[in-house]
């Protein structure tokens, strides 16, 4: 059997329609989950009752907890379950592509699937920016093409949800974390196309707080950029210092060289220090990631000098604009291993992240 899970948060009549048609399509169970909505909208979740099962939070906890609290009832009570769809509230998607991507999870087996979207036509600026900007960082920290990284339509199966149950976020970070782990896990990800539908220009439906929620999908990154910006400031700054010192013994090609490698180290062991502590947070183990982190950064020197020397010498480069160029080419390369490999957590049989 398969069933649909809807979050909802303050949902109108869309919601009601949705569950309607759900049903008739012939989707045995649906779960929707009241995420701490406003006294106004109870109503609509009591006259649910009747086609759903309605699971409730008392407080608003966010999209993310919420499909976790319909998994957690799945895993628990549900033992004939075999396909899982999500589904937003706001009427955006259509009950006949819910059933294609259950049909899709069926014939694959195994693996997440998407209902992507087709960008084209009267989209809400914030939308298109939102998604474009999105699939870009993500194809950025994961090395993996995802056409609709913000789709709220996704469907697996039921030997996923051990894995889906332990993967942090609470909010709309959440979705977006899935990706990660299932590419990290090799994963299968399969695209199907889904209808776009936006009820108004601005997409008034959505409660995706555009600041707020932007900073916790791209959290890890953008703390990541931090520390990463702290430590090429002061490798920039050691950089000059260093080559002003070396120059006093060695020839100006030299120096450079000296003076760059110099810099790396110090601001390496720094770097080290800020990403172990408070970014991908590995305080155990340490030999090992510092003795892989070595590794990593000694191959990021060599590459770092050999483009630095390239660029300075066979190219002409002011030496400043060439160091900046030179940072900026190695920094996704130094995210990415240091994420998924260095301070990857790892996972554990059946799924379970660790």
Not at 25 to 38: H, K, L, R
Not at 112 to 120: A, D, E, K, S, Y
Not at 154 to 174: C, H, Q
Request: glycine fraction near 8%.
């Amino acid at each position: 059997m398969d069933i649909a899970i809807i979050p909802a948060y303050n949902p109108d009549e869309n919601l009601l329609k949705l569950v309607y048609q759900l049903g008739e399509q012939g989707i045995e169970y649906i779960i929707v989950v009241n995420d701490g909505s406003e006294k106004q909208t109870l109503n609509i979740f009591e006259q649910l009752e009747v086609y759903a099962i309605v699971l409730t939070h008392g407080v608003n906890r966010g999209k993310g907890a919420a499909i976790k609290t319909a998994l957690k009832y799945i895993e628990n009570t549900l033992s004939d379950i075999r396909g899982i769809v999500l589904l937003d509230a706001d009427g955006q998607h259509r009950p006949e592509d819910a059933l294609r991507l259950l049909k899709e999870v069926h014939r694959i087996g195994s693996g997440l699937v998407l209902g992507v979207r087709h960008f084209t036509g009267q989209i809400p600026l914030r939308s298109l920016f939102g998604n474009t900007m999105t699939k870009y960082v993500f194809r950025a920290v994961s090395g993996k093409w995802v056409s609709d990284t913000q789709t709220g339509l996704r469907a697996f199966s039921k030997d996923m949800v051990p894995m889906l149950l332990n993967i942090n976020g609470e909010r709309y970070e959440y979705e977006m974390n899935v990706l990660l782990a299932c590419t990290k896990n090799n994963i299968l990800i399969t695209e199907v196309p889904i209808a776009t539908i936006y009820h108004d220009a601005g997409n008034s439906c959505s409660h995706f707080r555009t600041v707020r929620d932007s900073v916790r999908i791209y959290g890890n990154l953008l703390a990541f950029s931090g520390t990463s910006f702290l430590s090429f400031l002061l490798d920039y700054i050691l950089f000059f210092l260093l080559v002003r010192l070396f120059m006093i013994y060695y020839t100006s090609n030299s120096a450079l060289i000296a003076g760059n490698i110099g810099a790396r180290i110090i601001s390496g062991a720094f770097n080290y220090y800020l990403n172990s502590t408070f970014i991908f947070r590995r305080r155990e183990n340490r030999l090992k990631s510092i003795i892989s982190y070595i590794m990593l950064a000694c191959a990021i020197l060599f590459l770092n000098t050999v483009i630095l020397y390239c660029l300075y010498d066979y190219l002409g480069m002011n030496k400043a604009v060439a160091k900046l160029i030179t940072e900026l080419l190695l920094f996704i390369m130094s995210f990415t291993v240091q994420k998924f490999i260095i301070f990857n957590k790892g996972v554990k049989r059946g799924g379970r992240i660790i």
